[in-house]
């Protein structure tokens, strides 16, 4: 349990206790108790419970609190609890609470992690780009994005397998397929072809373009620590007749009707805007067909929740797709989607332009050669998904503060040059950490990000916003670096005392280790 949820659940004790009529009681009993974290200057952790029960109380929010923190059980575990009007109810951890959880930490290698009330089974399917060419920056994102998340869903406890879904029919392969035919022959190359060139080396390469562009991509996802459980080819759906099978069975439900001479799918009575179109005019199944096909497949494997990781042209898909999981499933699984925005690339200042259409593409491959895997992981995995990233590659070369990922692991190097400096003068590390033996400037912020590292995860588990990770972490450097500057961890004098910074500084390296590898990014011990 993170010391968050022993908050809640303390409140919600208490708020038990109160003498209420019947009605109240239950309004009390079902209205959540929320659990914040204020400015460090007010304190620990923070709660706006009885301003916002005030309405149901009909009672000043200040003496509401007074009833609440005169029942709170478990305060040995705050230094304070303060009441601010309106009615804020802060607290603040004790020394002993700060010695006992930052031994957990020392205790726990694999703090963070948590064991969820309910074990669920969740796909995550992200990038899915076309093996019509080499991934690009965008694609990259995505494979950041997704692979820390199905990281951190594990952290957070749930049974996670990763998906890729090649997009091998269609109407751009069948281009591609025509454009690598007129290279082979020396063509020109057809209207709405594939140019640049990536594409020359068909004139030598004669297997399958598209084989070869998905083992390019594979190479290029390995590059950036990215794997997948399953790569999940669109042509089996078309061969095993899984597109008409699950158009069959939409009919035989009655979740279809006919007008125009089109089959439509009732999706607007499970939360769409409108209905689809299934099969068209002319005969020809839309893309949405087979999408709903390959959703199909997923529930038919008999996962709890799905999870789609899209780029901004699939804006609007949440509804409709959402719509076919809830009636395929019959409302078992849930789906969500994460809208991602673009990536733009710049370098020294100037805007490095992309189009895999006529070739002036910036690959992955090539970011990653330049800025290296671990920079390209953290900047590509920072920014909230749903907004579009400024991605500067000259900023990500700088070994110098103002970039994050140097930065960060500049604070795992500089612990782990403490610790080798400390076993050159045989100092060891305190066997039982006390954390008033460290109090000083910044030590309290130092031992709270530790302890809240937990609910970082579970606060990421449950939004799906990775990029909390990165701002966390960096918060988490920016604190480290501040208490090294106003504390002596090394000092042959007062051996004792250094062993207690030791301590801090095993749990401190220990955890930025475990954020950064959720990351995908690596802990150096030297820099």
């Known amino acids: 349990m993170t010391l968050k949820q022993h908050l809640s659940e303390s409140l919600r004790a208490s708020l038990d206790r109160l003498d209420l009529a019947p009605e109240q009681k239950a309004l009390v009993a079902a209205h959540p108790v929320r659990v914040e974290y204020p400015e460090a200057r007010f304190g620990d952790y923070a709660s706006p419970v009885a301003m916002e029960l005030a309405r149901i109380l009909k009672k000043n929010p200040a003496l509401i609190a007074e009833q609440v923190v005169a029942g709170l059980p478990g305060r040995e575990t705050w230094a304070a609890v303060d009441i601010v009007k309106p009615g804020f109810i802060n607290f603040r951890l004790s020394d002993a609470?700060?010695?006992?959880?930052?031994?957990?930490?020392?205790?726990?290698?694999?703090?963070?992690?948590?064991?969820?009330?309910?074990?669920?089974?969740?796909?995550?399917?992200?990038?899915?780009?076309?093996?019509?060419?080499?991934?690009?920056?965008?694609h990259g994102r995505w494979a950041a994005i997704g692979d820390t998340l199905a990281r951190v869903l594990r952290a957070a406890g749930l049974e996670v397998e990763t998906e890729f879904y090649v997009n091998d029919a269609g109407v751009q392969i069948a281009k591609l397929k025509e454009t690598v035919a007129a290279i082979r022959t020396g063509k020109e190359i057809p209207e709405g072809g594939y140019h640049g060139d990536?594409?020359?080396?068909?004139?030598?390469?004669?297997?399958?373009?598209?084989?070869?562009?998905?083992?390019?991509?594979?190479?290029?996802?390995?590059?950036?620590?990215?794997?997948?459980?399953?790569?999940?080819?669109e042509t089996s759906l078309h061969q095993s007749g899984a597109v008409d099978k699950t158009i069959a069975w939409l009919k035989e439900h009655g979740h279809t009707y006919e007008q125009e001479g089109a089959l439509w799918f009732r999706t607007?009575?499970?939360?769409?805007?409108k209905d689809r179109v299934l099969i068209k005019g002319d005969g020809q199944k839309t893309y949405f067909a087979v999408d709903i096909a390959y959703h199909a497949e997923k529930v038919r494997r008999g996962y709890d929740r799905l999870i789609n990781i899209f780029g901004a042209d699939h804006h609007g898909y949440q509804g409709r797709l959402g719509a076919a999981v809830t009636v395929l499933s019959e409302?078992?699984?849930?789906?969500?989607?994460?809208i991602g925005q673009l990536v733009s690339l710049f370098r020294d200042g100037e805007p490095v332009r992309m189009s895999k259409r006529t070739g002036d593409i910036v690959t992955l491959d090539e970011v990653v050669e330049e800025i290296g895997s671990d920079a390209a992981r953290y900047f590509l995995g920072s920014g909230r998904a749903a907004t579009p990233l400024e991605f500067d590659l000259a900023l990500a070369l700088k070994?110098?503060?103002?970039?994050?990922?140097?930065?960060?692991?500049?604070?795992h190097a500089r612990l782990a040059s403490v610790l080798r400096k400390a076993g050159e003068e045989g100092i060891p590390v305190a066997a039982s950490f006390d954390f008033a033996a460290v109090r000083g400037p910044h030590s309290e912020e130092l031992a709270i990000q530790l302890i809240r590292f937990p609910e970082e995860i579970e606060g990421m588990a449950a939004?799906?916003?990775?990029?909390?990770?990165?701002?966390?972490?960096?918060?988490?450097?920016?604190?480290?670096?501040?208490?090294?500057?106003?504390?002596?961890?090394?000092?042959?004098?007062?051996?004792?005392?250094?062993?207690?910074?030791?301590a801090?500084?095993?749990?401190?390296?220990?955890?930025?280790?475990?954020a950064l590898g959720l990351l995908g990014v690596s802990a150096p011990e030297k820099m």
Do not use: C
């Open 97 to 138: 609470a700060r010695t006992k959880w930052v031994r957990t930490i020392l205790e726990t290698p694999t703090w963070g992690d948590a064991t969820p009330a309910k074990k669920e089974r969740v796909l995550l399917e992200f990038v899915s780009a076309n093996p019509t060419g080499p991934l690009h920056v965008g």
């Open 198 to 233: 990536h594409m020359q080396v068909f004139k030598t390469e004669l297997g399958d373009p598209v084989e070869y562009f998905l083992a390019g991509q594979k190479a290029t996802l390995a590059k950036v620590g990215t794997a997948f459980d399953r790569y999940f080819r």
């Open 268 to 273: 607007t009575p499970f939360g769409d805007d």
């Open 331 to 338: 409302g078992r699984s849930r789906l969500d989607i994460v």
């Open 399 to 411: 070994q110098e503060s103002d970039n994050p990922v140097y930065y960060v692991q500049y604070a």
């Open 463 to 502: 939004s799906l916003e990775i990029h909390h990770l990165a701002t966390w972490l960096s918060g988490l450097a920016a604190i480290l670096h501040r208490h090294y500057g106003e504390h002596r961890y090394v000092d042959a004098a007062d051996r004792e005392k250094s062993g207690q910074y030791l």
């Open 504 to 514: 801090l500084v095993v749990a401190v390296k220990q955890v930025i280790a475990r």
